[in-house]
């Protein structure tokens, strides 16, 4: 991707603003070729949203059978939707990431290095604020580390990102000495935000709302997110056509670690601490949601809500299988069998209309 | 060759360890406020017997996983605390790792350097036998901690926590609780550590006899992975699942702080909960009093600090001031203890910061 940044020459010019708009760029020779598309196209994204929503629907029927008092209560959707929050507000930031032709492989450690980072006894004796501003910040600041290793260093955002994967570990591990830092009784202000409720749900699902929104607003809504397509969908093309794809890039990066830090605040609300460990495996439940999402792993395509959906139906998977007695190993298998179906589906349904 | 014969003497008998324990104990209480000390059981050294007076110079080599866990962190400490504490002793610890593969090698470059005694509590004891009984073969005894080597030409001596025993204590405190209350049929909830791990199914085995004598049995059991994140994601899938419950059993006091995040999240307050290893978070919480926290079983790390003891006696050919015997035992195995409000000032210095 980053190859076809320096001019090819042989691509003739385009104006500037044919690309955003959508219209059919010039196909440059070697580029993926692929028009400026958005979301699903043709109907397209509406059927693999129905898709998934019929899976919840049908995991949601196995629950209704196997726990009938329980699973249907308002305390259980609840519970679903704030263990969703923590995933769901990283998994906005990378469908931005990958749908733009990248991958965020750091998610999980920039998300332990935001909390580890907020949770440092210098930071609680500043309070509540300074913490929560302190995570976003973190989590941002980690992201354009990343972004500019990508855009300008012309580093392979997997190489760059497995990296920042690494070190953020290894920095959190360094500053927390290896311990689970809890987040000071004076300052439960965090663990309000996991405790207050609002109409019935607590705070961390409005975050996660609010940041569900965001995203959307943001990709189908703005130049920016019309950009963000046309990044990834062919790289060389959107330069032509005017987009600072290195800016871009670098942006996409910094949103992806942005939702890192407010991933952060939420598992310190959940768990009153800060620790190294959080966020062990997240990226790969992260990628896997984006993916059965809809959202094409080789970018120019794909929609929050897929995503969205993609978490909603691994976390009530976790939730079915606790509810019926099931062992972590079974879901593991179950997760597994559910990315392979989605991907399946996926594909056939992009072949049969074209 | 050796400098002082072990003779079992009468003032051997008198000073030993029974002494030394005591003397621990009454200098713990008396000294709340020495919280830098990293190890209750260190104190003990200066109060010692003819053991402690300087030997044969002996080197010890060590080797423990990576302490990104508040126990394990203290078994570093403690070792690294009572070796300091012997000017005949020179402290050879190699670089802790949770790679299996790494701590081979490590324990193959102590071998290399001809330590004069390895104190190694493996990652998993299966896969580190090999290299154990390479080094007992080398002529150097192996003082095993904890995870237990399955072949008995691997290790000198074994010292470690009673893991049965852990699950026996907590039956007996919740069983004993509920027929208290008369309670026929009672919800009882266990959140296990690793799975796969032997400990782990130690623990449950003791927990699931000691409830049969009750007549009780367990309702529901899940798995966390150790870390605070993972222990408040099952907590609070479980709490979903169970409407009412009468008691929980946790298996350990890290993730714990993730599980009393949940249940403080989720309201609930009809049953009591059990912890385990007896980090000093949840003994505060104990003494304290009003949740639903009531005891912990031990699990005490100062498991590390007694075998460098141990290790040092062996290389300098001594026994024990407390046994008749000439040498030290080929197998000790603490005592696991419930601590709840009543005793929890005795216990408190033995607790752990997590």
């Given at each position: 991707?980053?190859?076809?940044?320096?001019?090819?020459?042989?691509?003739?010019?385009?104006?500037?603003t044919?690309g955003?708009?959508?219209?059919?760029?010039a196909?440059?020779?070697?580029?993926?070729?692929?028009p400026?598309?958005r979301?699903?196209?043709?109907g397209?994204?509406?059927?693999?949203?129905?898709?998934?929503?019929?899976?919840?629907?049908?995991?949601?029927a196995?629950?209704l059978?196997?726990?009938?008092?329980?699973?249907a209560?308002?305390g259980?959707v609840?519970?679903?939707?704030?263990?969703?929050?923590?995933?769901?507000v990283i998994?906005?930031g990378q469908t931005?990431v990958?749908?733009g032709?990248?991958?965020?492989?750091?998610?999980?450690?920039?998300?332990?290095?935001?909390?580890?980072?907020?949770t440092?006894?210098?930071?609680?004796?500043?309070?509540?604020a300074?913490?929560?501003?302190c995570?976003?910040?973190?989590g941002?600041?980690?992201?354009v580390?990343?972004?500019?290793l990508i855009?300008?260093?012309r580093?392979?955002?997997f190489i760059?990102t497995?990296?920042?994967?690494?070190?953020a570990?290894?920095?959190?591990?360094r500053?927390?000495d290896?311990?689970?830092q809890?987040v000071?009784?004076?300052?439960d202000?965090?663990?309000a935000?996991?405790?207050t409720?609002?109409?019935?749900?607590?705070?961390?699902?409005?975050?996660f709302?609010a940041?569900?929104?965001a995203g959307w607003?943001?990709?189908?809504?703005?130049t920016?997110g019309?950009?963000?397509?046309?990044v990834?969908?062919?790289?060389?093309?959107a330069?032509?056509?005017?987009?600072?794809v290195?800016?871009?890039?670098l942006?996409?990066y910094a949103?992806s670690?942005?939702?890192?830090?407010v991933?952060?605040?939420?598992?310190?609300?959940?768990?009153t601490?800060?620790?190294s460990?959080?966020?062990?495996l997240?990226?790969l439940d992260?990628?896997?949601a984006?993916?059965?999402g809809g959202?094409?792993?080789?970018?120019g395509?794909?929609?929050i809500?897929g995503s969205?959906l993609?978490v909603?139906?691994?976390?009530?998977?976790?939730?079915?299988?606790?509810?019926?007695?099931l062992?972590?190993?079974d879901?593991?298998?179950?997760?597994?069998?559910?990315?392979?179906?989605a991907?399946?589906l996926?594909?056939?349904?992009?072949?049969?209309?074209t | 060759?050796?400098?002082?014969?072990?003779?079992p003497?009468r003032?051997?008998v008198?000073?030993?360890?029974?002494?030394?324990?005591?003397?621990?104990?009454?200098?713990?209480c008396?000294?709340?406020?020495a919280?830098d000390d990293?190890?209750?059981a260190?104190q003990?050294?200066?109060?010692g017997?003819?053991n402690?007076k300087?030997?044969?110079q002996?080197?010890?080599?060590?080797s423990?996983?990576a302490?990104d866990?508040?126990?394990?962190?203290?078994?570093?400490?403690?070792?690294?605390g009572q070796?300091?504490?012997?000017?005949?002793?020179?402290?050879?610890?190699v670089?802790?790792t949770?790679?299996?593969?790494?701590?081979?090698?490590a324990?193959?470059?102590?071998i290399?350097?001809k330590?004069?005694v390895?104190?190694?509590?493996?990652?998993?004891?299966?896969?580190?036998?090999?290299?154990?009984?390479?080094a007992?073969?080398a002529?150097?005894?192996v003082?095993?901690?904890?995870?237990?080597?399955?072949?008995?030409l691997?290790?000198?001596?074994w010292v470690?926590g009673?893991?049965?025993?852990?699950?026996?204590s907590?039956?007996?405190?919740?069983?004993k609780?509920?027929?208290?209350k008369?309670?026929?049929?009672?919800?009882i909830?266990?959140?296990?550590g690793?799975?796969?791990?032997?400990l782990?199914?130690?623990?449950?085995?003791g927990f699931a006899?000691?409830?049969?004598?009750?007549?009780?049995t367990?309702?529901?059991k899940?798995?966390?992975?150790?870390?605070?994140?993972?222990?408040?994601?099952?907590?609070?899938n479980?709490?979903?699942?169970?409407k009412?419950i009468?008691a929980?059993?946790n298996?350990d006091?890290?993730q714990?702080?993730?599980?009393?995040?949940a249940?403080k999240?989720?309201?609930?307050?009809?049953?009591?909960?059990?912890?385990?290893?007896g980090?000093?978070?949840a003994?505060r919480?104990?003494?304290?009093g009003?949740g639903?926290?009531?005891?912990?079983v031990?699990?005490?790390p100062?498991m590390?600090?007694?075998?460098?003891?141990?290790?040092?006696?062996?290389a300098?050919?001594?026994?024990?001031?407390d046994?008749?015997?000439?040498?030290?035992?080929?197998?000790?195995?603490l005592?696991?203890e419930?601590?709840?409000k009543?005793?929890?000032?005795?216990?408190?210095?033995?607790?752990f910061e997590s």
């Open positions: 991707m980053t190859g076809t940044f320096h001019s090819g020459g042989s691509a003739p010019r385009t104006e500037k044919a955003e708009r959508g219209g059919p760029p196909r440059p020779t070697g580029g993926r070729g692929r400026f598309a979301g699903g196209g043709a397209g994204r509406e059927i693999h949203h129905l898709g998934l929503v019929a899976a919840l629907v049908l995991l949601s196995v629950g059978v196997t726990e009938p008092g329980n699973f209560t308002s259980n609840v519970g679903i939707l704030a263990l969703a929050a923590t995933i769901g998994t906005v931005f990958i749908i032709g990248g991958i965020d492989l750091s998610v999980g450690s920039v998300m332990a290095l935001a909390s580890v980072w907020a440092t006894v210098a930071t609680q004796s500043y309070g509540p300074v913490m929560a501003l995570a976003v910040l973190v941002t600041g980690a992201g580390v990343t972004g500019l855009s300008y260093g580093l392979v955002p760059a497995l990296a920042m994967l690494v070190a570990r290894g920095l959190a591990q500053m927390s290896r311990r689970t809890l000071r009784p004076e300052n202000a965090i663990e935000l996991s405790t409720k609002l109409l019935g749900l607590p705070l961390v699902v409005y975050i709302a940041v569900a929104a607003l943001l990709l189908n809504r703005t920016f019309r950009r963000t397509f046309a990834g969908g062919n790289p060389e093309a330069r032509l056509a005017g987009i600072d290195r800016r871009h890039t942006t996409l949103l670690g942005f939702c890192c830090g991933a952060a605040l939420i598992i310190m609300a959940r768990t601490t800060g620790s460990t959080h966020g062990d997240y990226e992260a990628i896997a984006v993916i059965i959202t094409l792993l080789t970018g395509r794909g929609t809500a969205i993609g909603l139906v691994f976390t009530l998977i976790t939730n079915l299988f606790i509810l019926n007695g062992q972590t190993s879901q593991l298998i179950a997760k597994g069998a559910i990315i392979v179906i991907v399946l996926q594909r056939r349904g992009l072949r049969s209309p | 060759m050796r400098d002082q014969s072990p003779r003497t003032r051997g008198l000073f030993g360890g029974a002494v030394v324990a005591a003397g621990s104990l009454a200098a713990a008396t000294s709340n406020s919280k990293p190890s209750p260190a003990a050294g200066s109060l017997g003819d402690d300087p030997g044969k002996v080197t010890i080599g060590f423990a996983p302490a866990h508040g126990w394990i962190a203290a078994i570093a400490k403690n070792a690294e070796a300091k504490k012997y000017k005949d002793v020179t402290f050879k610890p670089e802790p949770n790679d299996i593969n790494q701590q081979i090698s324990v193959e470059s102590l290399r350097a330590v004069d390895l104190v190694i509590l493996p990652n998993d004891g299966e896969q580190l036998n090999q290299v154990a009984r390479k007992m073969d002529g150097i005894p003082v095993n901690l904890d995870r237990v080597f399955p072949d008995k691997s290790y000198r001596t470690g009673d893991n049965y025993g852990m699950g026996v907590a039956g007996h405190y919740i069983g609780k509920l027929k208290g008369g309670a026929s049929n009672p919800v909830v266990e959140i296990q690793i799975a796969t791990l032997p782990t199914q130690d623990r449950s085995k006899d000691a409830l049969k004598s009750y007549g009780y367990v309702t529901a899940q798995d966390a992975k150790f870390t605070v994140e993972s222990g408040n994601q099952v907590a609070s479980l709490l979903q699942a169970h009412k009468d929980l059993w298996h006091d890290d714990g702080v993730g599980v009393l995040a249940i999240q989720s309201g609930r307050k009809e049953f009591f909960m059990v912890g385990g290893a980090s000093a978070n003994m919480e104990i003494k304290t009003g639903v926290l009531e005891a912990t031990t699990y005490p100062t590390a600090a007694s075998a460098i003891k141990l290790g040092r006696l062996i300098q050919g001594k026994g024990m001031a046994l008749v015997e000439l040498q030290v035992p080929q197998s000790i195995t005592a696991s419930t601590v709840f009543d005793n929890v000032d005795t216990y408190m210095p033995l607790g």
